[in-house]
């Protein structure tokens, strides 16, 4: 692994001197000796299901609020029993529908979240399951806007499209781990890239939900799945405010 450090950022290189992995620019001074710690070798054994893990706080959250609505109508049903029947009934339904979406949901995270691409058993194209991957993670915390061009894309890149795949969940668990649970993500798509643009509100505090402090590690990781792949991941990130992601096929690292 090579690191080159440039007039704004540094690019990390995985293998091949031609296949970079990953660049970051628009970083300031206090960022690069973060970013290269963030970079060693050791970093590079994330996975997939790495970033999955470091996201289960934001899903256990939004299942709990769903939990909500299973709970709160059962214990209506139950005050109405045995007594009155008739008003009891129209709960255990809302109960039992409010049940089902815990289950889609729990069935959705699985289906995102699957390493094999080209299982049987889903007809979902892998970025409409990164589109669900997000959905998910954000929550009704985090604004999202685009998700819906993913649905017509491929995964870029065609070397290892596992590891491609890997490098976009790693992307999006670097921005929702940005964001810190509040703000707007927003997916922008081209004929043979992804690019993820996250931006907290003015004046917001310093991300402090947990897991926000292994972000660099995240993306320096998703780097390393992007350079197996054939891919490029490019990031800016202007401090704690906003950044992008961008994952696309190789370019030269001249």
Same mark, same amino acid.
């Given at each position: 692994m090579s690191f080159i450090e440039t007039s704004d950022g540094f690019r990390i290189g995985f293998g ?12 300031t001074p206090e960022q690069m000796p973060v970013m290269r710690a963030a970079s060693e070798p050791g970093?590079?054994?994330?996975? &997939? ?48 529908? &409010? ?21 049987? &058993? ?10 669900r991957f997000i959905t998910l993670a954000c929550g009704r915390s985090i604004d999202t806007t685009g ?73 320096? &990781? ?33």
């Open positions: 091949r001197d031609d296949l970079p992995g990953l660049t970051m620019e628009g970083l970093n590079q054994r994330m996975t &997939a299901n790495s970033f999955v893990g470091l996201l289960l706080p934001y899903h256990i959250h939004n299942i709990n609020n769903m939990l909500v609505g299973v709970l709160g109508n059962a214990e209506l049903a139950s005050m109405f029993l045995p007594d009155n029947v008739n008003r009891a009934i129209p709960k255990v339904r809302d109960a039992a529908e &409010a049940a089902g979406g815990v289950t889609r949901f729990l069935r959705d995270l699985s289906e995102a979240t699957h390493p094999n691409l080209e299982r049987a &058993a889903t007809s979902v194209s892998p970025l409409a399951r990164l589109a998700l819906s061009a993913l649905d017509s894309m491929a995964v870029p890149g065609n070397r290892d499209p596992a590891a491609a795949y890997g490098a976009l969940l790693g992307m999006a668990t670097w921005s929702v781990l940005c964001l810190g649970g509040t703000g707007l993500l927003t997916v922008e798509s081209t004929e043979n890239s992804v690019t993820l643009i996250w931006k907290r509100p003015t004046g917001a505090g310093k991300p402090m939900l947990p897991g926000c402090e292994m972000a660099d590690t995240v993306i320096c &990781a998703a780097g390393g799945l992007a350079g197996r792949a054939g891919c490029l991941l490019r990031v800016r990130r202007t401090e704690s405010v906003e950044g992008s992601a961008t994952l696309g096929g190789v370019t030269n690292a001249g």
